[in-house]
């Protein structure tokens, strides 16, 4: 599924980001970059050791925020942690979850990146509603891709379950 916003493609895809064909995939980091579960156990354990070299040489990355390192093995060029809000329904959980996928795109606009792998942010361990992150998500990414008119040819969801694609896929349909 996918909606052209400007020139960039906004693609939904169900399956394994480890196996993106894009510039940059997007890894659902923690605060300390320090590897875990889900999708950043399955990048760290697929791109091998050279990320977690370059992530323990960053140190750390707050809520929102983004960090560019190495790719190690993957096919993609480049590996963006961001770390979205643990869900507690606090106010300000939307805007730190919108800010994780406008940041990283703003990191891939400024590395040439022209293609853009993201996992759904903190929808796994971090407990964020799918339907709501879904909305947030394809908001900010709308966002960011129009704020960095040109600089994208594709920016891509790859989603795990057929639960999440039908979240985004709704989402998707509203913007």
Request: proline residues 3%; charged residues 25%; glycine residues 6%.
């Given at each position: 599924m996918?909606?052209?916003?400007g020139q960039t493609r906004l693609v939904l895809t169900q399956?394994?980001?480890?196996?993106?064909?894009?510039?940059?995939?997007?890894?659902a980091a923690n605060s300390r970059l320090a590897g875990g579960g889900g999708v950043d156990g399955a990048i760290h354990r697929a791109g091998g050791p050279e990320i977690m070299a370059e992530c323990r040489k960053i140190g750390s990355c707050p809520t929102g925020e983004a960090v560019i390192t190495t790719a190690g093995?993957?096919?993609?060029k480049k590996?963006?942690?961001?770390?979205?809000?643990?869900?507690r329904g606090r106010p300000e959980d939307p805007r730190l979850l919108a800010n994780a996928y406008l940041n990283s795109l703003d990191l891939a606009a400024r590395y040439g990146l022209r293609t853009v792998a993201f996992p759904s942010l903190s929808t796994g361990a971090y407990g964020y509603p799918l339907e709501a992150a879904a909305k947030v998500a394809l908001g900010a990414v709308k966002q960011g891709i129009e704020k960095n008119s040109g600089k994208f040819d594709e920016v891509r969801l790859v989603l795990f379950g057929q639960d999440a694609f039908d979240a985004y896929a709704q989402a998707l349909g509203q913007i």
């Open positions: 996918e909606k052209l916003i399956g394994d980001i480890t196996q993106a064909d894009t510039e940059a995939i997007v890894n093995r993957l096919k993609a590996v963006i942690h961001t770390v979205g809000p643990i869900y």
